[in-house]
Every structure is written in structure tokens, then in C-alpha cells.
């Protein structure tokens, strides 16, 4: 079954239309979602029109989760993909189907408590199928990255072989906290056998086959201290750290304990300063003599500088100036208010793209916006509003509920409901002398 998503906007925000024949109707699903509807479908109503039905969806106060697209950490990056693929699986428990979910990554939508919420068609017939929905999850993959990279790679191999949204979530639960699920614990140090006291000699009954038997040998007396408590060894994958000027071969053959007592250090002798070697068995340099003062011009060859041809330019008489920050053909919004901020926005957008505005978060440490303000700019929201380019190559507005609003020529937008751009537009980001001329 194929669908079409019709967009209108009345007094209440934004709206989405989904019509389909009467007969396709899943009363089942739809008893279930009217009596006890899931935490991740958006609100709809229906009605029948002419034979089919007509299912109105309302966003309300949410805003599409292509706008929170981009880098995320590693716990941010699994709540993510947990948020997306767990309703898929918990659907059955309102006999829904995965397959009727709108599997588009521009029809998700999340609200400020986080969440995301999916259109659901209620139609008997299947909307979509499992290469719409791997395709879906590549999409998204694509879209958003996680700042670890062994993260990233395992979640795109298993994309990329064969994707099950259940061990995909179970592989990513291992990462939680930011470990690899191929990183085990240490080993921990292997005993050692206990030392047999001099001049004891082995029963015959355990020693190996062939092996002669050896001499005892007296020993020696001795009037020695209590022994001290013997350090730990250190195991075969303990990391040796080699400071400068220290042999690498001499560190090999003799592992220092990473805890335990100190060991005394025996007396190096002082060794002669050898010549330094070529790191790669080139050929030694000569030594160079360094003269200074007024010898030194008679000494050094003469440099030769190159002369670059002067090319001039004739600008026409009605030729425009056009500023160099913004590559020919990109579209951008050009600074027409305080001059303190930066002066121009390059947008650069292909069709079903989005480009979000904000402001710098301290708290979170890195960019979370397309584009973000300075963080004393107060006007303007950490999530402010979107640009986003429609398939049919025209610009729209949307303002995210930001906290002092979106302005196009002194009208305030309506949160969450595009605004088509014109060249010329005037666009205010709060309140506070953000102000630019949007040019396509």
C-alpha cells in the first residue's frame, strides 16, 4: 500500500493528512489505540469521506527529530537508537504492526521530555517492508555519528550484514558506558609455585620420564634477614612503560610490578654519550658551521626569489560585489542587525534537508546545531528554529518553541510550522538584535 502525506496548518499548528480505502481499516488496532494509546504513536483522529478513510495527525508541541540530528555521545547515540527501534518491537502488545509505522526519517518526532513518536497507519494492509526498514536504519546512520569509533563500526557491520532491531539494540547495550563489548577484565597475576628448600631432591615417582636424576647439592649456611614480602609479578599483559633514555631490550627481559614494594635499583655506570644515528640508516649530515654577523652574507648562496606575474582586472561597470565567504549558487542570511554577530549564515542544503540554528551550549561542550551563536547570545534558544529545503527545491521556516521566538518580517512564527522563505525576508532570532536578510 502506498501512502501520501498531506500538510495543512490551521489556528491549532500543523497537520498531517493520510487517506486510504474503508476496507483496508484495522478496527482491531484502531479499538486498541483509542482506549489505550501508546506512549509512540502521535495523537490522529479519523472520519469517513467518500469510501475512505481520513486520518488527521497533530504534532502539537513537537518538533521533527531530523533537527536533533548530527554528532552524539555514546550514551546519547544508543538512548537514540533505543527511542527509534523499540517501539517497533513493543508495538504487539497493541496489535500493531512494525510494517505499518511511516518509516520516514522526516516524519519522526520528538518532544522536550525526549521520546519519539511515530505516524501509524491503522490499515490492514502493510505499509511498508523490511528493505523500507533497513533502508530507514541506514538513513539514520548516516545522519547521526558517535564519537566512538568502535561503536560506530560495529552498529554500521551489522547494518550492512544482516540488521535484526533486537540483537542491534543487544549489541549496542553492551557499549553502555563507553566500553567495548570485546574488552574483558584482566587477568589476574598467576601464582608462584612455591620454592622447594636447597638440597632437596625430588622422589623418583615424580620426576619426568628420561630425566636424570641430578646431584645434591650442599647448602650453603647463610644467616640472612626475614624475608620481605615478595612483590606481585607482573603478568604477561601488563603494560610496560618505557621513559626516555631507558633500553628497550633491558626492559623486556626484566617486567616491573605495577603495585607492590619498591626494588632497589642497581648502580648504572657512567657510559660515554654516543653519537646520535639516523632515525631511518640515512647518510650522517655534515656539521654545519654558523657564522653570524656581517660574514654571514658572504657565506650564504644566493636565494633566488620568484617573481609571480601582476595579473590585473577589469570589474565591469555594473558588476556586483558579492561577498567570498558565500561559494556561487549557496544560499545564506546576511547580518542586518547588531554588529557584534557574525555577519553572514551560509546555508547549504539539498532537497529533504535540514539546517538548525542555535545557541552554543557550555554545558554540553560541543556543537548540537548547524549553525550556533555565541554563548552570551540570550536572545536566541540553544534549539532556536530550522531551515529545512522541501523536495520540490523551496526553502521553508520553522520555529522550534524557542524561548523568545522566530520573527519573518515582524510576524512571529507559530512553533513547529514551516514558513515558506522568499528572497528578501527579513528573519529575527528573538528579540535581541538578531536580525538577518535571507538571500537565495
Known amino acids: ?69 548530527g554528532s552524539h555521545g555514546t550514551a546519547e547515540y544508543i538512548a537514540l537508537w533505543d527511542q527509534v527501534l523499540q517501539p517497533l518491537l513493543d508495538c504487539g502488545d497493541w496489535f500493531l504492526k512494525p510494517f505499518s509505522f511511516v518509516l520516514d ?25 523490511f528493505e523500507r526498514l533497513h533502508g530507514f ?61 636447597k638440597g632437596t631432591r625430588l ?5 619426568p620420564s628420561g630425566a636424570e636424576p641430578q646431584p645434591v647439592r650442599p647448602a650453603a649456611r647463610e644467616v640472612q634477614p626475614a624475608p620481605a614480602p615478595r612483590p606481585v609479578p607482573a603478568g604477561e599483559d601488563d603494560i610496560q612503560i618505557q621513559f626516555p633514555g631507558q633500553d628497550r631490550k633491558a626492559g623486556k627481559k626484566e617486567k616491573k610490578p605495577l603495585f607492590g614494594g619498591k626494588k632497589e635499583k642497581p648502580e648504572k655506570p657512567v657510559k660515554e654519550k654516543k653519537e646520535k644515528k639516523p632515525l631511518f640508516g640515512g647518510k650522517k649530515s655534515p656539521e654545519r658551521e654558523i657564522i653570524l654577523g656581517a660574514a654571514a652574507e658572504d657565506r650564504l648562496p644566493e636565494r633566488r626569489q620568484e617573481v609571480r606575474p601582476q595579473v590585473s582586472y577589469e570589474e565591469p561597470e555594473d558588476a556586483v ?7 556561487a549558487g549557496m544560499c545564506c542570511l546576511r547580518l542586518a542587525g547588531a554588529a557584534q554577530l557574525p555577519r553572514e549564515i551560509a ?39 530550522a531551515i529545512e529545503r522541501e523536495p520540490e527545491g523551496g526553502y521553508v521556516l520553522v520555529d522550534l518553541a524557542s524561548s523568545a521566538g522566530t520573527f ?17 525576508n527579513r528573519i529575527s532570532f528573538g528579540t535581541g538584535g538578531a536580525d538577518y536578510i535571507w538571500n537565495e
Open 1 to 69: 500500500m502506498v501512502y501520501s502525506i498531506e500538510r495543512k496548518t490551521d489556528l491549532s499548528g500543523a497537520m498531517l493528512i493520510v487517506r486510504f480505502p474503508e476496507e483496508d481499516l484495522d478496527k482491531k488496532a484502531l479499538c486498541t489505540i483509542e482506549n489505550d494509546p501508546p506512549p509512540f504513536l502521535i495523537p490522529f483522529s479519523y472520519r469517513r469521506v467518500d469510501g475512505m478513510i481520513e486520518c488527521t495527525y497533530r504534532p502539537g508541541s513537537r518538533s521533527k527529530l531530523q533537527y536533533r540530528f
Open 137 to 197: 536504519v541506514m538513513e539514520l546512520s548516516q545522519q547521526n555519528s558517535v564519537t566512538d569509533p568502535a561503536l560506530e563500526n560495529r552498529a554500521l557491520r551489522m547494518m550492512m550484514q544482516d540488521f535484526q532491531p533486537k540483537g542491534f539494540l543487544d549489541m549496542l547495550h553492551t557499549f553502555r558506558g563507553g566500553e567495548s563489548p570485546a574488552r574483558q577484565e584482566p587477568e589476574a597475576p598467576k601464582e608462584t609455585p612455591k620454592e622447594m628448600p
Open 347 to 385: 546555508v547549504d542544503l539539498q532537497p529533504g534537508q535540514a539546517f538548525t540554528i542555535g545557541r552554543f551550549d557550555i554545558l554540553v561542550g560541543r556543537k548540537q546545531s548547524s549553525f550556533e551563536f555565541p554563548k552570551d547570545t540570550r536572545a536566541v534558544s540553544r534549539r532556536h528554529a
Open 321 to 327: 560585489t558579492q561577498v567570498e565567504d558565500t561559494p
Open 203 to 207: 622422589p623418583e615417582s615424580l620426576m
Open 408 to 424: 519573518v518580517d515582524g510576524e512571529r512564527l507559530i512553533p513547529n510550522v514551516p514558513r515558506p522563505l522568499a528572497s528578501g
Open 105 to 129: 526519517v522526516r516524519e519522526l518526532y520528538t518532544g522536550r521530555e525526549g521520546g519519539v513518536s511515530y505516524l501509524y497507519v491503522p490499515s490492514i494492509p502493510d505499509c511498508e517492508s
